[in-house]
């Protein structure tokens, strides 16, 4: 499945990527794995909200910052081939994958905020409180023609945090607060 291209047609693709990634008009699937003890919650800890709980995740649940961000290629208007292409280049340097993360959170800001509202603000304080990270993540999954190509984030919650503080000061400086 992989094509190998030149560095400068791998260039223009991930410049393609990262454009794509920088508009905030394609949806985003926020997720987050905890483990809980509550049997009622189980649907949460797989990182569905239940109808029972408008909390995802909950003071007494066990997580550690971690968020999984899903991007369908579909929704990028890119398709599996090139994508996969520019994974070389992708594994080789992980600032740009930093880089992509980065588009990612500034686009979707909002997004990320509404899903901090989801998790009780004592475990979102000790998630993000107990480490920082500022690395990413990446994956370009493919699970055959059922599914849809996607492209698949990790990073820590302390991202998010960064940017909307990072947001909060800019506004605060402009005399927008």
């Not at 003890?37 to 909200?49: C, F, H, I, Y």
């Not at 292409?85 to 080789?92: F, K, M, N, T, Y």
């Not at 998010?160 to 947001?167: D, E, G, K, M």
Request: glycine letters at 6%; proline letters at 5%; aromatic letters at 8%.
């Amino acid at each position: 499945m992989e094509t190998t291209l030149d560095k400068s047609e791998m260039l223009r693709r991930f410049t393609v990527l990262l454009k794509q990634l920088s508009s905030p008009r394609y949806p985003l699937a926020i997720t987050a794995h905890i483990e809980t003890d509550d049997p009622a919650r189980l649907d949460a800890s797989e990182g569905k909200t239940s109808a029972e709980f408008p909390i995802m995740i909950g003071e007494r649940d066990r997580w550690e910052g971690d968020l999984l961000v899903s991007v369908l290629l579909p929704d990028l208007h890119l398709d599996e081939d090139f994508a996969f292409a520019i994974s070389p280049l992708l594994r080789e340097r992980g600032e740009l994958v930093d880089l992509l993360g980065d588009v990612l959170v500034w686009s979707h800001l909002e997004a990320f905020e509404c899903f901090s509202t989801l998790v009780a603000p004592t475990s979102w304080e000790a998630g993000c409180l107990k480490w920082r990270h500022r690395k990413y993540g990446l994956d370009l999954v493919s699970e055959g023609a059922e599914q849809p190509p996607r492209l698949l984030f990790r990073f820590h919650a302390s991202v998010v945090t960064w940017a909307l503080n990072t947001r909060l000061q800019k506004a605060a400086e402009e005399g927008g607060l």
